[in-house]
């Protein structure tokens, strides 16, 4: 069965400090890489996908992903964490196959960032 | 970046009865909308995929029947919660894709409550 891990329910972070938001997953072929944001009782906000090429891809507020295909992962990172960041983050994984491009989700992993 | 809403952003209804709700991409075409479901603390759970002007596709153990989706245009889908009762409490949540992206755009999401 396809699927998506997050292995890390929460990860807590100092404010000024780098983070990384964990993403591995088990899906046939060469899948689409997305991750979003979720802020309370809201949807959710697109921060960057990978498709193909460059294995570092940049997003929004300073977010960036590093895809490595021999590993299936698809680590979140930011240099310099905000207490702003703070929220629920969903790697998410569209298998090439689905012809819809639907996705299959991970179970997201909260951020705290600590003043 | 491209913007869907979603109304009512809250819904209260009694059991027994039918709630609709509304999920429209603004500024652009969206050929794919598809449906989840969020409880408290938990990933998305894709509930179907729509595509204008055909019959939308469940996923499996959603029922269809209770579960009403249309995709009348490219910037519409409705979905109808029918004979609604405390269980389909829930926050849902949709989703949009333009046939040129790959990624979904997310609506800011619907509390529906059955009392």
């Known amino acids: 069965a396809q699927s998506v891990a997050q292995p890390e329910d929460q990860v807590n972070v100092a404010e000024g400090n780098p983070l ?3 993403c591995t997953y088990s899906v046939s072929g060469n899948p689409y890489l997305f991750w979003y944001v979720q802020y309370p009782n809201r949807g959710l906000q697109f921060l960057l996908k990978y498709i193909t090429g460059d294995n570092l891809v940049k997003g929004s507020y300073g977010f960036e992903a590093e895809f490595n295909k021999s590993q299936t992962s ?3 990172k ?8 703070s929220a629920l983050y969903f790697c998410a ?3 090439p196959t689905s012809g819809t491009y639907k996705y299959i989700f991970g179970t997201g992993t909260r951020l705290k ?3 | 970046g491209a913007v869907v809403s979603q109304h009512p952003s809250r819904v209260i209804c009694k ?5 609709k709700i509304e999920c429209r991409s603004l500024d652009f075409q969206a050929t794919t909308m598809f449906w989840y479901r969020q409880f408290p603390k938990q990933s998305l759970m894709l509930m179907a995929t729509s595509n204008e002007g055909s019959k939308a596709t469940y996923e499996q153990g959603v029922e269809k029947d209770k579960f009403l989706i249309n995709h009348a245009s490219l910037t519409l889908s409705t979905l109808t919660v029918t004979s609604a009762h405390p269980e389909d409490s829930s926050f849902y949540i949709c989703s949009a894709r333009d046939l040129a992206e790959y990624e979904q755009y997310f609506g800011p999401g619907t509390r529906l409550t059955v009392t």
């Open chain 1, 20 to 22: 990384t938001v964990k």
């Open chain 1, 74 to 76: 698809f680590h979140l």
């Open chain 1, 78 to 85: 930011k240099p310099s964490a905000l207490v702003s960041d």
């Open chain 1, 93 to 95: 994984v569209s298998p």
């Open chain 1, 113 to 115: 960032v600590l003043a």
């Open chain 2, 15 to 19: 059991s027994g009865t039918s709630v």
